[in-house]
C-alpha cells in the first residue's frame, strides 16, 4: 500500500513538494531570473552606459530624497496617531483608526489625483469656494517636495500600524509604579514609553521609505508632468520608448531599487542591533493616560487633520467627477454625471478596465485561497527552519517594490514558454501570475492565524478515527476558518482590484486594469473621467472595507490592521 502520510504527522506526503514548486514558481524563478539579467547586464559592462547617464543619477537622487522626506512626514503623522489614539481616553478609536488607515487602502494614483483637484488655479472645488489661486500660478504638487508630501500621506498608516501594535503590549504596571512615584505624564511618556517605542518606530519608518521607494502612482501623476522622474518612473519611460537593450536596464534598474530598499531595511536592522526590548510585566488598556481638559482639543485637531488629508480631497475629486471639464466651478448649472454614463457606458476602455479588474481581482483572491489554505496548514502544522524558509520566500514579493516583481515577471515570460511554444507576454494571464506572486502574503495572512489558533487535537481525534487529510479539511478545518478566509478573499480583492504598479507595466491593449485607466485618462487630460473612475474606485474601496468591519468579530485578532 503506498505511503499516503508523512511519518509522525497527519500531513500527506504530496503536500510539502506541492507547496514549495508552487512557492519557487511564484517567487524563487522570477526573482532568480531578474538577478540573472541584472547580473549578465553589469558583466557584459552594458551598465557602465546606464550610470553614465545623468537621467539615471537623477533619479536615485529623487527617489532618495522623495522617500526620505515622504518617510519623516509618515513617522510624524503615524507616531502622532497611534500614540493619542493608543495611549490617550480619545473617543471614537475605532473610526478614527477606520478613517486613519483609508488612505493607505485607497490607490496611490487616486490619491495623488484627489489632491491635484484640490489644489492649483483650475480646482473646480476651490474655484466653487471663491479661493482659487490666479490662473497662471504653478501646481505645486508638481515638483519634489509635492511628491515627498503624498508618499508621507499614503505611506503614514504603516508608519501608525508598526507602532500601534508596540504600543499596545506597554507593562501597565511599570506605568503605574512610575505614576505612584509621583512622575508626570511627561515623565513617564519619555522615559518608559517612548524608549519602549523605538522598535516600532523604527519599523514604520523602514517601511515607509521602502514603499516610497517603489511607489509608482504618486511619482508619476505629479512628477512625469513636471519631468520629474524617480527610479520607478524611469523604468516605465525605458519601457515606453522601447529599444535595443531596454530589459537589460530595465532589470539593473529595479536591482538599484532592490538594492536602495535593502539599505533601508538593514538600516533598520542596525538601528535596532544591540538593544534589548523585551517587555516584563502585564501590558493592557490601563496604560492609557487622561487628556483632561485637552481632550477636545486634541479631537478637534485630528479631524483637522483627517479633513485635509482624506475629506477634502475626496471632495475634491467628486466636484471634479462633476463638472464638464477641469477648471470649471460646481454649480447647479454645471453639474452633470455626464462624466461617469461615459465611464459606464460609453468608454469600452473602461468598460474593459472594469471587466479586467474584477477578473484578476476575483481570480486572484479566490485562486490564492486554495493555495493559502495548503501552505497555512503546512506552516502551522510543520514549524521548523523549512517553514520559515517558505514563508520568506513568499513575503519577499509582497515586500519588494511592485515595479522590481513586474520587471522580473516581464524578463521570465518575454520569450515563448518552453516545449508549448506560448508566450503569455502582453496578455491578461501575466499579470494574473504576477498578482498571485505579490498577493501571495496578503492571502496568506488571515488564514495562517486562524491556523494558529486552532487545537489540534479536533483535527488528531478524526485522523485517529480514520478520516483522510480531504473528510479532514471539509468537514473540520475548513468550517473552523470559515471567517478568516472570508477576509482573506475580500482583502485580497480590495488591493487588487485598482492595483497599478504591477500592472503599469505588464498591461497591452485589451488588458488594461482600473488603475492603468485611471493613469491613462488622467494622462490624456480627460480629467473629469479620470476622477469620475476614481470617485467609484474609492466607493468600492469603502465598501469592502466595511464589509471587513462586518466580519471582525469573527476574525482572528490582528487581521484588520485598523481594529484596535
Known amino acids: 500500500m503506498p ?45 557602465t552606459g546606464l550610470f553614465a547617464e545623468p537621467a539615471t543619477w537623477a533619479a536615485i537622487r529623487n527617489t532618495l530624497t522623495t522617500s526620505v522626506g515622504g518617510m519623516v512626514i509618515s513617522v510624524l503623522l503615524g507616531a502622532a496617531f497611534a500614540f493619542v489614539v493608543t495611549l490617550t481616553d480619545f473617543r471614537a478609536k475605532g473610526l478614527f483608526s477606520f478613517a486613519f488607515v483609508l488612505p493607505m487602502m485607497i490607490p496611490p494614483q487616486v490619491t495623488a489625483l484627489a489632491w491635484v483637484q484640490m489644489s492649483g488655479p483650475a480646482s473646480p472645488l476651490l474655484k466653487t469656494l471663491g479661493i482659487a489661486p490666479p490662473l497662471g500660478s ?7 517636495s509635492g511628491i515627498a508630501l503624498l508618499l508621507g500621506v499614503q505611506h503614514a498608516p504603516l508608519v501608525f500600524l508598526a507602532l500601534k501594535a508596540g504600543l499596545a503590549s506597554l507593562p501597565r504596571d511599570g506605568v503605574e509604579a512610575a505614576r505612584l512615584a509621583g512622575a508626570s505624564p511627561l515623565r513617564v511618556f519619555r522615559d518608559i514609553i517612548l524608549p519602549l517605542a523605538v522598535p516600532g518606530l523604527i519599523a514604520g519608518a523602514a517601511i515607509a521609505f521602502v514603499s516610497g521607494v517603489g511607489n509608482f502612482g504618486i511619482p508619476a501623476i505629479l512628477g512625469i508632468p513636471a519631468s520629474i522622474f524617480v527610479l520607478p518612473t524611469l523604468i516605465y519611460s525605458r519601457l515606453s520608448s522601447f529599444g535595443a537593450g531596454t530589459f537589460a536596464e530595465m532589470a539593473q534598474l529595479s536591482m538599484v531599487i532592490a538594492v536602495i530598499a535593502g539599505l533601508g531595511l538593514t538600516v533598520q536592522q542596525w538601528a535596532l542591533k ?51 471639464t477641469y477648471g470649471v466651478p460646481l454649480n447647479f448649472t454645471t453639474m452633470s454625471l455626464e462624466a461617469y454614463r461615459e465611464i459606464l457606458f460609453r468608454q469600452s476602455v473602461t468598460v474593459t478596465a472594469f471587466g479586467n479588474s474584477l ?27 523549512l517553514a520559515n524558509i517558505i514563508a520568506g520566500m513568499i513575503e519577499i514579493p509582497y515586500a519588494l517594490p511592485g515595479i522590481v516583481l513586474a520587471v522580473a515577471f516581464i524578463l ?3 520569450a515563448p514558454l518552453p516545449l508549448l511554444n506560448v508566450s503569455i507576454y502582453g496578455t491578461i494571464w501575466i499579470i494574473l501570475i504576477a498578482y498571485f506572486s505579490s498577493f501571495f502574503a496578503v492571502s496568506l495572512k488571515p488564514v495562517a492565524s486562524a491556523f494558529l489558533q486552532l487545537d489540534p487535537s479536533l ?6 478515527s480514520g478520516a483522510g487529510f480531504g473528510r479532514r479539511m471539509r468537514d473540520i478545518l475548513i468550517p473552523l476558518i470559515a471567517p478568516a478566509a472570508g477576509a482573506s478573499v475580500v482583502l485580497v480583492f480590495l488591493i487588487a482590484c485598482s492595483e497599478l504598479t504591477v500592472s503599469a507595466l505588464l498591461w497591452s491593449a485589451g488588458t488594461q486594469t482600473l488603475g492603468v485607466a485611471i ?32 466580519l471582525a468579530k469573527h476574525l482572528p485578532k490582528g487581521v484588520l490592521p485598523w481594529r484596535n
Open 519 to 550: 493613469f491613462n485618462l488622467d494622462d490624456s487630460g480627460s480629467s473629469d473621467l479620470a476622477s469620475a473612475l476614481s470617485v467609484l474606485v474609492v466607493a468600492m474601496v469603502v465598501l469592502l472595507m466595511l464589509v471587513l468591519e462586518m
Open 274 to 324: 544591540g538593544r534589548d526590548y523585551r517587555i516584563i510585566g502585564l501590558s493592557g488598556k490601563n496604560a492609557a493616560f487622561s487628556l483632561g481638559p485637552f481632550r477636545i482639543l486634541a479631537e478637534v485637531c485630528f479631524c483637522l487633520v483627517l479633513f485635509f488629508v482624506l475629506v477634502a480631497p475626496l471632495a475634491a475629486l467628486i466636484a471634479s467627477s462633476l463638472v464638464p
Open 138 to 144: 504653478p501646481q505645486p504638487l508638481y515638483s519634489l
Open 459 to 464: 483535527e488528531e481525534a478524526a485522523r485517529l
Open 3 to 47: 505511503k499516503l502520510y508523512a511519518r509522525g504527522s497527519s500531513q500527506p506526503v504530496w503536500l510539502l513538494p506541492v507547496i514549495v514548486l508552487v512557492v519557487c514558481l511564484l517567487s524563487g524563478l522570477p526573482l532568480a531570473r531578474l538577478l540573472y539579467a541584472g547580473l549578465r547586464f553589469t558583466l557584459d559592462g552594458g551598465s
Open 359 to 385: 477578473f484578476l481581482a476575483g481570480t486572484t483572491a479566490c485562486g490564492l485561497l486554495f493555495v493559502t489554505v495548503l501552505t497555512a496548514y503546512l506552516l502551522a502544522r510543520r514549524p521548523g527552519k
Open 412 to 414: 521570465l515570460f518575454a
